[in-house]
């Protein structure tokens, strides 16, 4: 297994998420949402804070994944499973390098 590879991918995301729009205030869409308007419009404006704020909470918790993986790479534990201590299969760290399980622990998580 390439580590560098995937720590270069987990740097990369964690840029693009703290760079480009991924854990920015909100306070400009919150000035937007100003009480004018009819009832639907105030809904729409409430809206889309609440959805502003879903995706800054999914965006810290990928940032802390992000964190916490490369801390397993300088470890050398990076890629082995949290729950089993088998490996995780490449193609899932490749779709989501900072993944802590393999995809059977996950599958039992999600049942």
């Known amino acids: 297994m390439d580590v560098q590879t995937y720590k270069d991918a987990l740097v990369k995301k964690r840029d693009e998420l703290l760079g480009t729009g991924g854990v920015k205030p909100i306070q400009a869409s919150m000035e937007n ?25 999914t965006d810290a918790k990928i940032l802390t994944a992000i964190e916490e993986a490369l801390v397993r790479i300088d470890k050398g534990s990076y890629g082995i499973c949290r729950d089993c201590g088998e490996p995780i299969a490449p193609a899932r760290l490749n779709a989501i390098p900072w993944t802590r399980v393999c995809i059977k622990c996950k599958e039992k998580q999600n049942s």
């Not at 729409?44 to 800054?56: D, F, P, Q, S």
């Open 33 to 57: 949402n100003t009480r004018q308007g009819d009832m639907a419009d105030q809904a729409t404006g409430n809206n889309e804070v609440h959805i502003a704020l879903k995706l800054k909470q």
